[in-house]
């Protein structure tokens, strides 16, 4: 019997790669947001605010942040994957706490671990997972 499972989280380093690369991006957008840099236990990590972003959308970034670590999947993805199942199973997917199904999320996926995950919130969603994806890849292109 197998007893352990490889677990893998994001390194100092590797959380502030994201940060970084998520504010330089948002101030190329000219857009203020929440940046909230989660590990593979969903724990935050890492925070940083630009001047101006909605209060409000703090809360938004937090949860995207859960959603991507939670479901190794993108929130766009997940917004897609909720859409397509039947209303029942809706329901079901609705009523567990803190998966949120608005773009600006995304994981961190290493050799098929999920290490952590992005959450973006303050612009528009579409700018939002710009910010987003645009993070994990500059993370992903230092390796």
Not at 78 to 99: C, F, L, M
Request: charged letters at 20%; one cysteine or more.
């Amino acid at each position: 019997m197998k007893i352990s499972a490889p677990r893998g989280t994001l390194t100092t380093e590797a959380i502030q790669v994201l940060l970084n690369a998520a504010a330089a991006r948002s101030l190329e957008l000219k857009i203020n947001i929440h940046i909230c840099v989660m590990d593979s236990s969903a724990e935050i990590v890492g925070w940083l605010s630009s001047d101006g972003a909605p209060r409000i959308a703090a809360t938004t970034a937090k949860w995207q942040a859960i959603t991507a670590v939670n479901t190794g999947m993108s929130t766009a993805d997940w917004k897609a994957y909720t859409a397509s199942v039947p209303e029942e199973e809706r329901k079901i997917i609705d009523r567990v706490g803190g998966y949120l199904s608005a773009d600006g999320g995304v994981p961190v996926i290493e050799g098929g671990l999920v290490l952590g995950g992005i959450g973006i919130s303050g612009a528009d969603q579409e700018r939002d997972e710009d910010v987003a994806r645009y993070a994990v890849r500059a993370l992903l292109e230092i390796e």
